[in-house]
């Protein structure tokens, strides 16, 4: 029987925001394995706001995604097909970045068998034990490193990564406030997830709110966002401070380069250490970090949600929530049925 396998591939570079345009569905046969190959379902389909830093052209840590080839991003699906004597058909695998497709061959040793524990849906793998939990953890500890009674600022706060960095912050007994485009987005962090303070960059202005929630400085900014928000943070940093560069959120749609902090002179003279990073690196130390992660969320001290889009048709359009907050988690694409679902 010749399966067929439906692709997002890319049509063109967006300019701006993406468009309807941008990336075009098709549908292509799926090959005969060869040895050592699996043939992989994508159940869940990660969206992530890099996926429109690799539709563009500019200098970046991979290669862009080439006009016509499928769109790249996580994947974590079910072998349907083995010809890998190591992975049964029915292995529930992360498949690394097979990209927005119903269907994944994948490369001897390139399908991992998730570790799945109980009470933990395969959700979890794609968000808070996933690369989402990895990139929050690193870069807070590794760079951020905070200290008790330290203040931690971090941007995007009520979203995949920022959610989860404000909670180990507290974790490690700092103070944390964190910066977010709602109200029902502050209450959460507040009320559920015990930051110390929200702000809304909606409604408030944000450098008069740090002054009044950071009154000994700021010691820790974790940097989701750039822009002006960077620029408010920055201006309010302790000497010998650290800055986690992870993102820019507000640049990625812009055309043209990107400005920088308007106050780069406050590095100098705060002496603050300043570094970007992005977590592929850090894919070594994964183990390190989830011999933290899983017990702090089988324990219920470290919380996460996710919000899940239906069908891969909705990948293009649901991508573009990152853009405007209008999700509620690390946001998924389901692309088929999870193992165990009814029919
Ligand atoms: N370095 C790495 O390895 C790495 C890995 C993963 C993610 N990241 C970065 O981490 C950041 C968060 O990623 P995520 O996957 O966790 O996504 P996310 O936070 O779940 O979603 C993105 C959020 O950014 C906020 N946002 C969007 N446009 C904004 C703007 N113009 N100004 C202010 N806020 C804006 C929105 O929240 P509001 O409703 O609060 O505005 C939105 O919900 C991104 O910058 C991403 O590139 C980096």
């Not at 097979?98 to 849906?121: K, N």
């Not at 690369?131 to 905070?146: E, S, V």
């Not at 992005?278 to 470290?302: C, F, H, N």
Request: hydrophobic share 45%; net charge negative.
């Amino acid at each position: 029987m010749t399966r067929l396998n439906r692709q997002w591939r890319l049509a063109r570079r967006p300019t701006g925001d993406i468009g309807p345009a941008d990336l075009e569905l098709v549908e292509a046969p799926v090959p005969a394995l060869a040895a050592g190959e699996v043939l992989v379902r994508n159940v869940y389909l990660s969206l992530d706001p890099t996926n429109r830093i690799w539709m563009s052209d500019m200098d970046q840590y991979l290669p862009p995604v080439e006009i016509g080839a499928v769109m790249r991003g996580g994947t974590l699906g079910v072998v349907e097909e083995s010809k890998d004597p190591e992975i049964p058909v029915g292995a529930v695998v992360l498949t690394g970045l097979a990209g927005w497709q119903d269907y994944e061959i994948c490369a001897p040793g390139v399908a991992r068998v998730v570790p799945q524990l109980p009470g933990l849906p395969l959700t979890a793998y794609m968000s808070v034990l996933g690369a989402t939990g990895l990139t929050a953890y690193f870069g807070l500890l590794d760079i951020g490193q905070p200290k008790p009674g330290e203040t931690v600022v971090v941007s995007a706060a009520a979203g995949a990564v920022g959610s989860i960095v404000g909670q180990i912050a507290k974790i490690k007994g700092a103070r944390v406030v964190g910066i977010v485009g709602s109200a029902a987005k502050a209450d959460w962090i507040t009320r559920d997830l015990g930051f110390d303070a929200a702000i809304n960059y909606k409604t408030e202005d944000v450098g008069a709110a740090l002054d009044r929630h950071c009154p000994n400085g700021i010691d820790v900014n974790f940097e989701n966002v750039g822009g002006a928000i960077m620029d408010a943070v920055m201006a309010r940093m302790n000497n010998f401070s650290r800055m986690a560069l992870c993102g820019m959120i507000s640049t990625y749609n812009a055309e043209g380069p990107v400005p920088g902090p308007t106050n780069f002179t406050s590095i100098l003279m705060h002496r603050i250490k300043v570094q970007g990073f992005i977590v592929i690196d850090y894919l070594p130390r994964a183990a390190e970090a989830m011999s933290d992660l899983i017990p702090w969320v089988a324990t219920g001290q470290l919380k996460y949600k996710v919000h899940v889009e239906k069908g891969l048709e909705t990948a293009p359009q649901a991508v573009k929530r990152l853009f405007t907050g209008d999700h509620d988690g690390k946001l998924l694409v389901e692309v088929s049925a999870p193992p165990g679902a009814a029919a």
